[in-house]
């Protein structure tokens, strides 16, 4: 077989891999518990609303649906491109060898050398990154170019403990002590030798479902259109009203595809050189009942599917009031044992799915 050959499996159009993702609050893990639980819904197209590392979409581009992710980080929707858009293009052995190499006619500044010295990579990775930013800025084809971020976005996770951009901490690195988490065998292989690795992932993972798959940038309230099916997997509020700010977490990765505006988007105030941004409404425990009541009410002649945690805010049971108010079923579905990483308590992945009566 070829590798353009796709093989279909009852509905499932599998390619050679399936992206691995290392993005807190992936549902990676529960994909096959989630397809389980909407499979019976009568849709051909389908939102991902807040599509983050894309997995859901990708997925749901495997079933044969025609996919629409959206994500308001725009490294994010790089990665929703790469995947989910894209349906032919791949990065070549002449792509890759350039990426790799500095070029005499390229001008290369050393934005990430000066400004994270000591703070997420050594000196001489911080080079690499600046350099391998402006070859990838060179690439003629923009799906090459997402291509090329997503193996970079995934190079640049795998190297950091906890796999987030959220202090500076480089001397869990570089410490000569003994560790309890992490793998510093993975965080001192070469940018260069993980970067190969993910390139040939995401070349594995272009495929064409004979869909016209979109990806979209756009704050959720600004999407246009009409879907059969919305999928809702929000930041996370814990119980105790701290939101998961994405943009917090993996401001490193936004900057990157912001290069040129990277200085001035820099709150220095932060010893780990965060993006300055205000709060989203999804972190804000007294704005987030009305922003999911918005939400709802804009979605509501679709199918609506909403991924939450039973101990986050709102509660499942008043997301499910909430829901009611816009559509006439509403099922629960719990997936119990699921732990997100890192966690210690017992929360439990929940599906809220709002239908029409003739929606299955």
């Given at each position: 077989m070829s590798e353009t050959q796709l093989t279909l499996m009852g509905d499932l159009i599998k390619p050679y891999?399936?992206?691995?993702?290392?993005?807190?609050?992936?549902?990676?893990?529960?994909?096959?518990?989630i397809w389980e639980n909407i499979k019976e819904i009568?849709?051909?197209?389908?939102?991902d609303a807040f599509g983050g590392t894309g997995i859901v979409g990708y997925f749901l581009k495997m079933k044969g649906k025609q996919v629409y992710y959206n994500d308001i980080l725009k490294s994010n929707?790089?990665?929703g491109t790469a995947l989910i858009e894209n349906d032919a293009v791949k990065l070549s052995k002449d792509d890759i060898d350039f990426l790799l190499q500095s070029h005499p006619d390229i001008n290369y500044p050393s934005f990430i050398q000066d400004t994270f010295s000591d703070i997420y990579y050594t000196d001489e990775e911080n080079r690499w990154l600046d350099i391998v930013i402006q070859n990838i800025e060179t690439l003629d084809d923009f799906y090459k170019r997402t291509l090329a971020y997503y193996a970079l976005f995934q190079s640049c996770i795998i190297k950091r403990p906890y796999n987030l951009f959220h202090r500076k901490n480089l001397y869990m690195r570089t410490s000569d002590v003994k560790r309890s988490f992490g793998n510093k065998a993975t965080?001192?292989?070469?940018?260069?030798?993980?970067?190969?690795?993910?390139?040939?992932?995401?070349?594995?993972?272009?495929?064409?479902?004979?869909?016209?798959?979109?990806?979209?940038?756009?704050?959720?309230?600004?999407?246009?259109g009409d879907?059969?099916?919305?999928?809702?997997?929000?930041?996370?509020?814990s119980k105790e009203g701290v939101g998961?700010?994405?943009?917090?977490?993996?401001h490193f990765l936004e900057g990157i595809v912001n290069y040129p505006k990277w200085k001035a988007m820099i709150d220095y105030r932060s010893k780990h050189r965060r993006i300055k941004h205000n709060k989203p409404v999804w972190c804000d425990k007294n704005?987030?009942?009305?922003?999911?009541?918005?939400?709802?009410?804009?979605?509501?002649?679709?199918?609506?599917?909403?991924s939450y945690r039973s101990d986050g805010i709102p509660s499942i049971t008043d997301l499910t009031r909430i829901l009611k108010k816009h559509k006439p079923v509403v099922r629960e579905a719990r997936?119990?044992?699921?732990?997100?990483?890192?966690?210690?308590?017992?929360?439990?992945?929940?599906?809220?799915?709002g239908l029409n009566e003739n929606a299955v």
């Amino acid at each position: 077989m070829s590798e353009t050959q796709l093989t279909l499996m009852g509905d499932l159009i599998k390619p050679y891999t399936i992206p691995t993702t290392r993005y807190q609050g992936s549902k990676s893990k529960i994909l096959e518990w989630i397809w389980e639980n909407i499979k019976e819904i009568n849709f051909e197209s389908a939102l991902d609303a807040f599509g983050g590392t894309g997995i859901v979409g990708y997925f749901l581009k495997m079933k044969g649906k025609q996919v629409y992710y959206n994500d308001i980080l725009k490294s994010n929707y790089y990665i929703g491109t790469a995947l989910i858009e894209n349906d032919a293009v791949k990065l070549s052995k002449d792509d890759i060898d350039f990426l790799l190499q500095s070029h005499p006619d390229i001008n290369y500044p050393s934005f990430i050398q000066d400004t994270f010295s000591d703070i997420y990579y050594t000196d001489e990775e911080n080079r690499w990154l600046d350099i391998v930013i402006q070859n990838i800025e060179t690439l003629d084809d923009f799906y090459k170019r997402t291509l090329a971020y997503y193996a970079l976005f995934q190079s640049c996770i795998i190297k950091r403990p906890y796999n987030l951009f959220h202090r500076k901490n480089l001397y869990m690195r570089t410490s000569d002590v003994k560790r309890s988490f992490g793998n510093k065998a993975t965080w001192d292989t070469p940018f260069e030798e993980h970067f190969l690795n993910f390139v040939n992932e995401v070349n594995g993972c272009v495929f064409s479902n004979g869909k016209e798959n979109e990806a979209l940038n756009l704050d959720v309230f600004d999407i246009e259109g009409d879907f059969d099916l919305v999928y809702i997997d929000t930041p996370y509020i814990s119980k105790e009203g701290v939101g998961v700010d994405y943009l917090e977490f993996y401001h490193f990765l936004e900057g990157i595809v912001n290069y040129p505006k990277w200085k001035a988007m820099i709150d220095y105030r932060s010893k780990h050189r965060r993006i300055k941004h205000n709060k989203p409404v999804w972190c804000d425990k007294n704005k987030i009942h009305m922003a999911f009541n918005k939400l709802f009410k804009k979605f509501q002649n679709a199918a609506i599917v909403v991924s939450y945690r039973s101990d986050g805010i709102p509660s499942i049971t008043d997301l499910t009031r909430i829901l009611k108010k816009h559509k006439p079923v509403v099922r629960e579905a719990r997936y119990g044992g699921y732990k997100y990483v890192p966690s210690n308590n017992n929360s439990e992945e929940c599906l809220l799915i709002g239908l029409n009566e003739n929606a299955v």
